[in-house]
């Protein structure tokens, strides 16, 4: 439980640091405003530093909330519908909005929800806990970004989901992917890495429940991790995400969420 916020802005970056009691966990939250050249890039860097921290506080998440100019409308939007209630209605495009700065101002929310959620089971997923990234005994996920590892190789569940939210900043790092400026154009393969980035954020959660949610159970978070979930799997759905194959691990889980 969150016993403290202490909030400290400055014209280009806010940083909200959320700080709870014994046997909690800190979050640091990089909040980018940018547009109209302020701004360089979508997000800016926070890799190093939340490395540095994990190696001195293993319990510190860093994580990015970055809105570009172009996005702070849909921003508004999202938080303005969620406050609401009905995730249906939050994750529908807005009428008159461009689709793809839709799904970049909610890539940006789900890679933190994601993130957060992970971060709390960090003392028990471990290495020796969970040697492979499984979701139950009949699914396993090996690593691979085409560029610095081209052949998936088998890591533990932990390793899995560092290579995963390092490889995730880096697109959202990336300017011509994650365009910055007003105006700017979206890549011809931007929905395509969307795609692939909701795939494996879907990957996180299905380790989360077949291996870890009992002890989200223990830790009195089900219900935040349940609702995290419907809202990211009523968001994949309306946009075709994520291959109903992809879905398989958790397919009756999926199934009760879009029959409500």
Known sequence: MVTTVKVVKSMLVLLEVLASGDGGFVVVVEVVIGGLGICSSYCSPVENQRKMALISAPSVIFLHMCVPMQGAQLKKHIDATLGSGNLREAVRLPPGEDLNEWLAVNTVDFFNQVNLLYGTLTEFCTASTCPA????????????????????????????????????????????????????????????????????????????????????????????????????????????????????????????????
């Open 133 to 260: 990234m499984t979701a139950g005994s009949k699914y396993e996920y090996r690593w691979a970004d085409g560029v610095t590892i081209k052949k998936p190789i088998e890591v533990s569940a932990p390793k899995y989901v560092e290579y995963l939210m390092d490889w995730i900043e880096s697109q959202l790092d990336d300017e011509s992917m994650f365009p910055q400026k007003l105006g700017a154009p979206f890549p011809p393969n931007f929905q395509d890495v969307v795609k692939t980035i909701f795939k494996r954020l879907f990957r996180v959660y299905a380790h989360i429940y077949h291996t870890h949610f009992q002890k989200i159970v223990s830790l009195k978070e089900e219900a935040h991790l349940n609702t995290c979930f419907k809202h990211f799997v009523l968001f994949t759905w309306e946009f075709r995400l994520i291959d109903k194959g992809e879905l398989a691990p958790l397919y009756e889980l999926v199934e009760s969420i879009l029959q409500l």
